[in-house]
């Protein structure tokens, strides 16, 4: 069924821009007095309201009150949030001077959340993560990615992996699974990591491929998790299993940007560490640099040197890295706004990062901007100009959200 939407005061598309380097708000496409035609969950036309209405003369409309700005969708390209328990014990200890990596040699960390995701029940699992996940698309985020990595062992990483896919199923959010089993040397396995890695190469990322359960690979590479040498085995090995690559990377010490690059990974995330020749490497290359704020207010750490990543010429995208640890907040839109005001991004920027230039990060080239042919992945903010989003630091909301072309 095809329908017109609209009248919208501005449709910034996000068309046309480039997918690297910095952007100046005059290149965004911005459509006054615009509406929007779907049929099948796909964009057929974007335009001025007024002219569509003429050309497809018997079209259903779906009336628009207001002012309202739309935007496409946004991409959380990095997340979290298939987990049991929580860790505001962490967190107290946290903001009262404890470090992270003091916390998880401690017990608290990562550790502490695969013992009660471990502990908890699929169907327990699967009612948070889809309140997360229908949270999420509640504020106009269209596309969610999940990792898994709260199991560390073959058993709780394929029911963590199986659980996202079932919650994609009754969610109307597209989730993205990715296995970060990766995620630290679990502390009851038996072994080194080359054994581990093992272990991952020739047991579970084969069942994930079978049972198509991802076609995504990340790793954690640091002092507290895994060294770069080792990681390149795994991830090279994982790629040749013809799984995408992604990398935890620059979180607290440099290493790991080289590597994603190296290994030709979708993305490198975290880079708060990351220096001039970690930034220069990563602007060369087609890897999307996947800056997480959320992490950074969560840990009260510095942000990721967006701008200077976006001046060297990266392809820059935000995420916000919701988990129970570092990031519990989970608001992608204030995370992005408040980074923005700190590291000097541009309103585009900042929109690009949260759109298309995710959906680079997870290799999907149907949605992220509102133009013919793409997903009808949308969202509208009550307001008269786009730039009231931003300067709201994400308290002005999408009042309305339609995900393939339907209001959610
Ligand atoms: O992206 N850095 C490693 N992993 C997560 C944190 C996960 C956790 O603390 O539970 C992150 O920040
Ligand atoms: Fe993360």
């Not at 129970?324 to 585009?348: F, N």
């Amino acid at each position: 069924m095809q329908k017109l939407i609209g009248p919208f005061k501005q449709i910034l598309t996000l068309a046309g821009m480039p997918l690297k380097g910095r952007l100046r708000d005059d290149q965004l496409e911005i459509i006054v007095d615009a509406g929007v035609l779907v049929a099948d969950g796909l964009i057929k036309a974007v335009g001025k309201f007024d002219q569509l209405r003429s050309k497809y003369i018997s079209v259903a409309i779906e009336e628009i009150e207001g002012e309202q700005v739309l935007l496409p969708g946004f991409i959380d390209c990095h997340t979290h949030i298939c987990y049991g328990g929580n860790r505001a014990k962490d967190y107290a200890l946290r903001i009262a001077g404890k470090t992270y990596l003091e916390i998880a040699k401690a017990g608290g960390g990562i550790w502490d959340t695969v013992t009660q995701t471990r502990l908890a029940d699929e169907q327990s699992l699967l009612d948070g993560l889809l309140k997360r996940a229908n949270h999420h698309l509640s504020e106009g985020v269209t596309t969610i990615e999940v990792k898994s990595g709260y199991g560390l062992n073959i058993e709780h990483e394929l029911k963590q992996l199986r659980v996202i896919r079932e919650a994609g199923k009754l969610t109307k959010a597209d989730l993205v699974p990715t296995c970060l089993a990766a995620h630290m040397l679990p502390k009851d396995f038996d072994g080194d990591t080359d054994y581990y890695f093992a272990y991952l190469l020739q047991t579970l990322l084969p069942t994930i491929y079978n049972e198509k359960l991802s076609k995504r690979v990340d790793i954690f590479i640091e002092k507290s998790a895994f060294n770069p040498e080792d990681a390149a085995v795994y991830l090279t090995a994982a790629k040749y299993m013809r799984f995408d690559i992604t990398v935890h990377a620059d979180q607290f010490t440099t290493g790991g940007s080289a590597i994603a690059v190296d290994v030709g990974a979708l993305s490198a995330d975290h880079l708060e560490a990351s220096k001039a020749k970690e930034i220069r490497l990563l602007a060369k290359s087609d890897t999307v640099a996947v800056v997480l704020p959320g992490a950074s207010l969560g840990l009260g750490m510095p942000y990721a040197s967006a701008r200077k990543l976006l001046d060297a010429g990266a392809n820059v995208a935000i995420a916000s890295d919701w988990n129970p640890g570092s990031a519990p907040m989970g608001d992608l839109l204030l995370q992005a706004s408040v980074m923005a005001a700190a590291e000097k991004l541009t309103t585009a920027e900042v929109f690009a990062g949260l759109t298309y230039r995710a959906a680079k990060a997870l290799n999907l080239n149907d949605r992220g901007v509102i133009a013919t042919g793409m997903m009808a992945d949308m969202q509208a903010y009550s307001c008269a100009d786009y730039r009231e989003i931003l300067y709201y630091q994400g308290k002005l909301k999408a009042g309305m959200v339609w995900k393939k072309g339907e209001r959610v």
